[in-house]
Structures are given as C-alpha cells and as structure tokens.
C-alpha cells in the first residue's frame, strides 16, 4: 500500500527556514516523480516543487525558486523541500504527492495519484 507522511511544519517568523520531510512506503523511491504542493486558505492548491527520483531532475514554481531546494535520499525513501527566507506567503498546508510515470508537472495536479495528509507550516511577519 503505497503511502506518503510528511513532517517538519512548524511556525516560524518571517526570514526563517525550515525542511519538511516527505517519508514514503509501499514503493521504492527512483523510479517515480516527488512533489511538493501546498494550499492557503481560500486558495486554490499550488504546485511548489518536483524532483524526479530516478535522475534528480528538479522543477519550481516561480514563486519559491531561489529560496526552495527540493532533494531526495532513495537509500531513506524520503524526499525533503528545504524553505529559507521564509515570507509569510508561504503559510500554508504542504502536501507531498506521487506519480509513477515520473512526470512532474507541477500546473496539474490531477498528474499525482498519492497524496500525504499535508504537514502545516505558518509564516508570521
């Protein structure tokens, strides 16, 4: 049974950092696409981030590239999105997602088959 759990949200003040890990099961990492998408309230889902896990190929959202650094350890089976200069825009629930046909697409999300139950992370000004 294929299941994803994230952890790491936390609040924390404006210009601060934090990783969420996104722990997977029931498969093994590398032959599949890891991504990260969060939602504000009364907002619609965003994609943030995407790595592929067989070649580490990465994608961003316009809006985190520079501050976000998406990675992948296949020994731990766990992907990991690294947040510095955290703005409070960033507040948000963050869901870490799965594909197996590796496509990371991160205007779609209807791409991604498995969803985490979303991890909080609260940005204050």
């Known amino acids: 049974q294929v299941r994803l759990v994230e952890s790491g949200g936390a609040s924390v003040q404006a210009g601060g950092s934090l990783r969420l890990s996104c722990s997977a099961s029931?498969?093994?990492?590398?032959?599949?696409?890891i991504a990260w998408f969060r939602q504000a309230p009364g907002k619609e889902r965003e994609g943030v981030s995407c790595?592929?896990?067989?070649?580490?190929?990465?994608e961003y959202a316009d809006s985190v590239k520079g501050r976000f650094t998406i990675s992948r350890d296949n020994a731990k089976n766990t992907v990991y999105l690294q947040m510095n200069s955290l703005i409070p825009e960033d507040t948000a629930v963050y869901y870490c997602?799965?594909?197996?046909?590796?496509?990371?697409?991160?205007?779609?999300?209807?791409?991604?088959?498995?969803w985490g139950q979303g991890t909080q992370v609260t940005v204050s000004s």
């Open positions: 790595i592929t896990t067989n070649d580490g190929a990465t």
């Open positions: 029931g498969f093994t990492l590398g032959y599949d696409a």
């Open positions: 997602a799965a594909n197996f046909f590796r496509l990371c697409v991160l205007r779609d999300d209807q791409v991604f088959d498995y």
